[in-house]
């Protein structure tokens, strides 16, 4: 199968279950990034199950290929899927936001491991489909071209990060855990989903199993159990001055943390989940003690950036819409805003 990613930071890692079970992968990136890969390919430092060291997994190693692109320099309608796995402001740049009108004309499959949940995909869900939730994106026509049954949105529950100081090919898997993802409306585009999933599943190395499976379900509520993930930790790991650790966020206060965590999971029940999709605190608890580096976003709100994906938000607007609110929730969410306007101020 051909894959089209865009995205080659966290992109890379599905990227290289994609190589391992032996399918093409084009990675979309900036210019000096897709002369690094192409010469040297891409490296995921991740730990197999039963082992206490990193493995490298180079992807020059497997029987597929990976080729690294710029926006400008490929034609979606040569791919049998299309990955999202940038940062949700990273479509407005002007070569990426023409990709995405290519894309959403070309009327592939699009498969957002995002997040921030594509605003057609959110268009799937019945309580959703009219919602006021414009507000919660940098650039909201971006996606108004995009048929809502041709976007899938797979749970980023995978924690990875570039090493600090180390080159733009290489990602560090921190929490090994797998992708989940939603079926698409069409059952043809699903099945190359579950094709996909047999693929990735049958891969070992050395005769071990390799971790970070794609599972895919049926019901479009599965991804979301992320967004209690991301609204107890996350985002909390934005402070009112500097950041910490997702751990300490969660971990500091379990009490609130809980609170946190079970507003949002009724949230999603309320808009049609149900409890099987969604993950245990306890889980989330015991995984957040191996996660000790600031999230993402609260690294780039510490690096300056005046943008970052706004989950923490949209799940706001999204209670409000259901006629609910968390006083706990519009805290954190004025902490990021006074952050992010302090950045801007600031530049």
């Not at 994609?18 to 093409?24: I, P, S, V, W, Y």
């Not at 048929?147 to 100081?165: H, I, K, T, V, Y």
Request: charged share 25%; glycine share 6%.
């Amino acid at each position: 199968m051909k894959m089209l990613i865009l995205g080659a930071s966290y992109g890379s890692l599905l990227s290289t279950k994609l190589l391992m079970a032996g399918h093409e992968v084009t990675l979309i990136c900036r210019d000096e990034t897709a002369r690094l890969i192409n010469k040297d390919g891409t490296h995921v430092r991740i730990k197999l199950r039963g082992e206490d060291e990193f493995r490298n997994l180079h992807s020059k190693d497997f029987t597929g290929t990976v080729t690294a692109a710029t926006p400008d320099s490929v034609n979606p309608v040569d791919f049998d899927m299309i990955c999202l796995a940038m940062q949700e402001p990273q479509y407005s740049e002007p070569s990426v936001r023409t990709l995405m009108e290519k894309i959403a004309a070309s009327k592939k499959p699009c498969l957002s491991i995002m997040n921030m949940p594509p605003l057609p995909y959110l268009r799937r869900i019945k309580n959703l489909e009219n919602a006021k939730l414009e507000s919660c994106y940098c650039d909201p026509e971006l996606w108004a071209n995009f048929e809502p049954g041709l976007m899938s949105l797979c749970s980023p529950d995978p924690q990875a990060f570039r090493p600090a100081g180390e080159p733009a090919n290489i990602l560090h898997v921190g929490l090994p855990t797998n992708f989940k993802a939603a079926a698409f409306a069409n059952p043809k585009h699903t099945a190359m989903l579950r094709e996909l999933e047999k693929d990735i599943a049958a891969v070992t190395l050395d005769g071990l199993d390799v971790p970070v499976k794609l599972r895919v379900y049926d019901s479009l509520f599965v991804p979301m159990a992320k967004w209690s993930m991301l609204l107890t930790g996350n985002f909390r790991c934005i402070m009112q001055e500097g950041e910490q650790s997702i751990r300490d966020a969660v971990l500091g206060d379990v009490e609130a943390s809980q609170a946190i965590y079970s507003w949002v999971d009724a949230l999603s029940r309320q808009l049609g989940a149900d409890s099987v999709d969604q993950v245990p605190f306890e889980k989330y608890k015991t995984a957040a003690n191996s996660l000790l580096k600031p999230s993402s976003g609260a690294r780039a709100v510490g690096a300056g950036a005046k943008r970052i994906e706004r989950v923490d938000r949209l799940v706001q607007l999204i209670g409000a819409e259901m006629g609910t609110k968390n006083s706990a929730v519009d805290a954190l969410v004025a902490v990021v805003d006074a952050r992010l306007d302090k950045n801007t101020r600031i530049a």
